[in-house]
């Protein structure tokens, strides 16, 4: 069978490179004045949240052009083989079955003879239960204490993803057990939470796919080693202080966790999708099974919009198809993810991952080298700290970035105006970098700030801004478990699609994988002096110099 031409040689993306060299010195600001609908045509709503699309510079024809890209690169037939459970996931022989995670109590899906929908849900009741026991006090210490504290240690999307949703939700964290997380294998990670432990009342859980990641299990093996030694020579029964979540159930015995202490996850979910897995034990534990449960709903809910909803109204398609317009044909090299929450002060780093481990590749799912980029740098701080450190770049850098601001319309935390302040900034950011300021204007606004013609003729020049960035604008009523589990999804599959558009396997992470192996030799090297393996002249100079200086 032969296979289908790389994207960019299709007549759709040659269409789209024309209509943008046709539009390219088009300004926002004459977008909306020719149309006064512009907002009511452009904005999009999936429940209670709104994705406004208005101020990216698309129009009816633009739009109708990246439809028909996502239609040539056959983005309905992937969405469906990806939710049928096909191993879309090709170089890893894999399904990418993150959804099925989010399905509600009943429903049915089988996947080479196994109820998917069956597995997920008795896991879900096997977390539920030890969140009972570890809440009620039940499962206890070898001292016989309840615990109060919790480590989770993972790295990637296992850390990634607790860690950022438990920030976001913290207004419905349960008191009672902190939670604390360690990913890097930097020492300092965990001496530092260790020493805001006490060994008789902590629990550990080790979350790992196959139980071999090197930062993780270095953790462990520190946290394990730790324990006992607190804890005293005749204490043997430490693996009560422990918990693992892996993939394979029986490789965490090894390391000593006990077969019933193990949370099991499967090979079809991803470590940046995995946060509505066992990987969310730490979520569940923080929040609770009922919260837990209305994160997965809210998730569910936007896995069934992107499902049905027609292409011209399916919000994760049109925000893909607007990073593409912006990545491809608009030369935008990144996305700021700019969230006006504190809660969400972890959503920025969590998509990197999700975002640029999944799209971040130069062949094809087919092994052709690509000649087009595809995906943005992306980066972020919540609204208001980002405006005080790079939005300088934003408003008068020569680059163009994108921009998708987040806000509730609710604070969680309701105090005076505050909200209302965070509000008017998000909207003013937004307006500011679409507008942009003239010359003129700014002439003007100095005159009537008093200014002589000299310093009119001096700052007017700083004082122009030239506008027309791309923005986004995603507004949900508050930052509730639902309404997260939704925003996560709707990002998920926006990525998807991306990726499918492009042609890449968005599920792989082969470049994550060269550091870790060329490190093995280079960590033998550091501890052992008569070891010496072939490197580049730089590699090798290091390595001697760290020597040197460490001895």
């Known amino acids: 069978m032969s296979l289908p031409p790389p994207i960019d040689q299709t007549p759709a993306w040659r269409a789209l490179a024309a209509h943008a060299s046709a539009t390219r010195t088009r300004h926002l600001r004459d977008l909306f004045a020719n149309d006064p609908e512009r907002f009511d045509k452009l904005s999009f709503r999936c429940g209670n949240l709104l994705v406004d699309l208005s101020r990216q510079r698309i129009d009816g024809e633009t739009l109708e052009l990246l439809l028909d890209l996502a239609r040539t690169a056959g983005v309905e037939d ?36 196994a109820d998917i929908a069956a597995l997920v849900h008795g896991e ?27 480590v989770a240690m993972g790295i990637g999307g296992s850390d990634l993803g607790p860690r950022m949703a438990l920030e976001a939700l913290a207004a419905d964290k349960l008191p009672g057990i902190d939670i604390y997380f360690v990913s890097n294998v930097d020492g300092t990670d965990i001496a530092r939470t260790l020493e805001k432990c006490e060994a008789e009342t902590t629990l550990f859980v080790v ?71 066992a990987i969310g034990f730490p979520i569940a534990l923080g929040i609770g099974m009922d919260k837990f449960r209305e994160l997965l709903d809210g998730a569910h809910a936007m896995d069934r919009h992107f499902a049905t909803a027609p292409l011209q109204e399916n919000l994760p398609v049109l925000m893909a ?134 310093t009119i003729a001096r700052l007017a020049p700083h004082k122009v801004f030239p506008g027309n960035w791309p ?27 991306q990726g499918a558009v492009w042609g890449v396997n968005s599920f792989d992470q082969w470049g994550v994988e060269l550091g870790k192996q060329l490190a093995k030799p280079i960590l033998e090297e550091l501890t052992d002096a008569a070891t010496q393996h072939h490197h580049d002249g730089a590699t090798s100079g290091l390595i001697a110099f760290a020597r040197s200086q460490r001895s």
């Open 321 to 454: 198809l607007a990073g593409i317009w912006n990545v491809n044909f608009l030369n935008s090299p990144a996305l700021a993810v700019l969230p006006y929450d504190q809660g969400l002060s972890k959503l920025a780093p969590y998509l990197q991952q999700a975002d640029m481990e999944s799209n971040g590749k130069g062949v094809d799912r087919w092994g052709r080298p690509l000649g087009f980029a595809t995906g943005p740098i992306v980066f972020g701080e919540p609204g208001t700290n980002g405006q005080h450190a790079f939005y300088q770049l934003l408003h008068q850098g020569p680059e163009v970035i994108a921009c998708d601001f987040i806000a509730p319309l609710r604070s969680r935390y309701p105090i005076g105006r505050h909200h209302d302040m965070l509000l008017a900034n998000v909207f003013a950011q937004a307006e500011a970098l679409m507008c942009g300021r003239t010359r003129l204007e700014a002439e003007e606004q100095l005159r009537a700030e008093g200014a002589d013609e000299a």
């Open 78 to 113: 992937w969405r469906d083989r990806m939710l049928r459970g096909e191993k879309i996931n090709t170089t890893e022989n894999r399904a990418a079955l993150h959804t099925a995670l989010r399905l509600p109590a009943g429903a049915s899906l089988t996947v080479d003879g």
């Open 124 to 150: 879900l009741q096997r977390m539920g239960e030890i969140i009972a026991a570890l809440r009620d006090g039940s499962w206890r210490g070898t001292t016989e204490k309840p615990f109060r504290s919790l």
């Open 471 to 497: 923005s986004t604008t995603i507004l949900l009523p508050q930052v509730d478990p639902y309404h997260l589990g939704m925003l996560i999804a709707l990002y998920e599959h926006k990525i998807f699609v």
């Open 207 to 277: 979350a790992s796919k196959t139980f071999t990641t090197q930062e993780t299990m270095a953790n462990a093996e520190t946290a394990r080693a730790w324990l006992q030694e607190k804890l005293g020579p005749g204490i043997i029964d430490w693996p009560r202080h422990f918990m693992g979540l892996s993939a394979n159930t029986t490789v965490p015995g090894k390391f000593g966790i006990r077969p019933e202490q193990v949370l099991q996850f499967w090979d079809w979910v991803g470590g940046r999708y995995s946060l509505w897995s």
